[in-house]
């Protein structure tokens, strides 16, 4: 059974205390990275616990609430491994799966009012990546994010990473011919594409 590491801030601690209960109870093994209370607290705190819980594989999944989700996943996705996504309904939760193999759900604390939360993470958690196309998508995302770890140019290997004037390297898209760079003046450089 998966294991689910769950961390809030204070606008999410009840949600996750119910959440823990829930799978518990549906035969999932639970690690609580906090908050216990209401007291004010900052969120990228919780969000890291959770991430490096998941990122090194000592959780399969993450759950993380605070107030809308999205200060949650900003901060999750920090970390190599870590695929975090705020979700709001069913769709979100069964598409972020099938087709993104989030690894972190991001709950909004203050919107979710009475949907059934509970459903909505059990779905998630049962829900299995479809892989296929969307493997080689995930694979692509594993390398943006090993060559932004490691120093490496984004896009390193897939000809898609330029450098121009001494600039920093920007993404491009095939047949996309302006270049996004830093230190130029030379603006004929950019138009150019500088290749």
Known sequence: ??????????????????????LNANGFQTIDAGTDSDSPVDYPDFAQKVARQVGTGAADRGILICGTGIGMAVAANKFPGVRAAPCYDEVMVEMSRRHNDVNVLCLPGDL?????????????????FEGGRHSKRIRKISALETSAVCGGPPGAGDGSAVVANGGTPSLRQPGDDTVSHENTTDASATRRGNR
């Open 1 to 22: 059974m998966l294991k689910v590491c769950l961390g809030s801030d204070h606008r999410g601690f009840q949600i996750k205390a119910r959440l823990i209960q829930t």
């Open 112 to 128: 979710i009012g009475e949907r059934p939360v509970d459903d909505l993470v059990l779905m998630w958690l049962r829900t299995e």
